[in-house]
């Protein structure tokens, strides 16, 4: 999801689903992405990365997909849980990547709402 | 291990009025960075520090100064604050790998709620 302004994408799953969260990036250049989750009133914190050499990468629970023919990611949460509530961002480097410092640009957020 | 610290949490300006936001890392990260969020967007750049002695803009500079003051700490400053920058201020620091592969995680603070009236 993308953000469009006040109104933020919204994901309701019921706790024990799956969730699958989007993103479409911009630069086919981009060789790294990265998922954020932010908590109500906490700053975002790191989930996964993936780099363009990659189509799937898996952690704890989740997993990223990255299809660079059309330049879209997926985030997949197994068995959402109450505590995955959040918003989730992804993020892609914003060139010169390399030339100093680590700059991302953020996509804006997809909600995620776990129902009991 | 604190992480990222930013001070203070909450904060009301009237117009015109000057404040500096605070921030400090414990990681012995190289590179740190300020962030605003505003409602249902996305995080944009205000400035970055990409070592200490260097500052550089980002997306949305105007109305900003930073200072890097030494290798744990980064203020943002606002001169003279307009209602426009009214927003949550993240501040977010990395450790910039020059090996092979580029560690390329931020971590962040736990933000500073600003509002200007």
């Known amino acids: 999801g993308e953000s469009v302004g006040l109104h933020l994408p919204t994901l309701s799953v019921q706790e024990g689903d799956n969730s699958i969260i989007n993103c479409a990036y911009s630069n086919s250049a981009s060789d790294y992405f990265i998922w954020y989750k932010q908590e109500s009133g906490k700053g975002p914190q790191f989930i996964i990365d993936i780099r363009s050499n990659m189509d799937k990468r898996q952690g704890q629970r989740v997993t990223v997909l990255l299809n660079k023919t059309v330049k879209h990611l997926s985030l997949q949460i197994a068995a959402t849980q109450p505590g995955d509530s959040a918003v989730y961002f992804c993020a892609e480097p914003w060139f010169p990547i390399k030339a100093a410092g680590n700059k991302l640009t953020f996509g804006g957020g997809t909600r995620v709402l776990v129902k009991p | 291990n604190a992480g990222v610290t930013q001070t203070p949490k909450f904060q009301v300006l009237k117009t015109g009025q000057s404040m500096t936001l605070q921030c400090a890392q414990d990681?012995?990260?190289?590179?740190m960075y300020w962030y605003r969020q505003d409602p249902g967007m996305g995080l944009r750049l205000i400035y970055y520090?990409?070592?200490?002695?260097?500052?550089d803009k980002g997306e949305v500079p105007n109305g900003y100064n930073v200072s890097r003051l030494n290798k744990r700490e980064f203020s943002l400053r606002l001169e003279s604050a307009a209602p426009s920058q009214t927003s949550v201020y993240f501040c977010?620091?990395?450790?910039?790998?020059?090996?092979?592969?580029?560690?390329?995680?931020?971590?962040f603070g736990s933000g500073t709620q600003l509002s200007v009236l």
């Open positions: 990681m012995n990260h190289n590179s």
């Open positions: 977010a620091s990395s450790a910039l790998d020059r090996g092979l592969v580029t560690n390329e995680k931020l971590f």
């Open positions: 520090s990409a070592s200490e002695g260097t500052t």
